[in-house]
């Protein structure tokens, strides 16, 4: 008896983004430009608390979510610097920024992953840190905001490397969400390893993130900008950048 074979449907391909003029790139480019600089200035006051918590409390998820921050906050600074001057229309530059805005998920995963592995061999039972609480509060709540809008300027421009720094904006909710777990379990439970066993898989979320953006899904053949700017490198059949000036 022939196995019986269950019929497969296709995936729909996906959509390009509409054409647009330079002046509507433009506007849309600034868009993205000034939420990197308010997602630079929380992560700014989000790793200065962080860090300050987690000291008093001798917390190293703190700590390390307060490092996250400055990471995140790295990734911010690209995007501007990408959507700055001539850089706007720049084929070139909007690959280097993709490329620096992935090794920031690769700078994060082993570190997350390092101290994570750490904390559970030790077994550190840090203080309970009440300002860590409302800090991972509001991280969970405006991150989501800013990765969201992020992404869907990202598609607007084909912008791979505005949409790497959007995912960046969601996995530093996912850390808050991982933090406020550890924090609430260790002050109301005592399940300190709570925090350090969540890390572990947002290390590994971070991984994946890195790579899609390393790759630059969405980048070059998605561009809505093809026939509007000069092109200053050259694409593969795939969409991904065959060479950098």
């Keep these: 008896m022939s ?8 995936p729909a391909p996906s959509a390009s983004p509409p054409p647009l003029d330079r002046e509507h790139y433009a506007a849309v480019a600034h ?29 190293i998820a703190l700590v390390g979510f307060g490092l996250d921050s400055v990471i995140v906050g790295v990734a911010s600074v690209i995007i501007v610097w990408r959507f700055t001057g001539d850089r ?21 995963a082993p ?6 592995v750490r904390v559970l061999i030790d077994g550190e039972h840090p203080s309970v840190s009440f300002l860590g609480i409302g800090l991972s509060i509001g991280s969970l709540v405006f991150m989501p905001m800013l990765g969201i809008a992020k992404e869907r300027l990202a598609d607007q421009i084909g912008s791979a490397a505005t949409k790497g720094e959007g995912r960046q904006n969601m996995l530093c909710a996912y850390l808050a969400a991982a933090l406020l777990v550890g924090l609430l379990g260790n002050a109301f439970l005592g399940a300190w390893w709570l925090d350090p ?8 979320v971070a991984v994946r993130e890195g790579v899609e953006a390393w790759r630059g899904e969405g980048c070059c053949v998605a561009s809505p ?20 000036r």
């Excluded at 066993?197 to 590994?204: C, F, M, N, Q």
């Excluded at 900008?225 to 950098?244: F, K, M, N, P, Q």
């Design 111 to 116: 570190y997350v992953a390092i101290e994570s």
């Design 31 to 59: 868009k993205v430009k000034l939420l990197s600089w308010l997602s630079l200035a929380w992560m700014t006051i989000e790793g200065a608390v962080a860090i300050t918590a987690g000291v008093i409390a001798s917390s």
């Design 3 to 10: 196995p019986v074979e269950l019929p497969v449907v296709a």
């Design 88 to 108: 706007v229309f720049s084929h070139a530059a909007e690959q280097r920024a993709q490329k620096l805005v992935a090794i920031q998920f690769f700078l994060l």
């Design 197 to 204: 066993a969540v890390g572990l898989l947002i290390a590994a």
């Design 225 to 244: 900008l093809d026939s509007a700017v000069e092109r200053d490198d050259c694409c593969d059949d795939d969409g991904r950048a065959t060479h950098l």
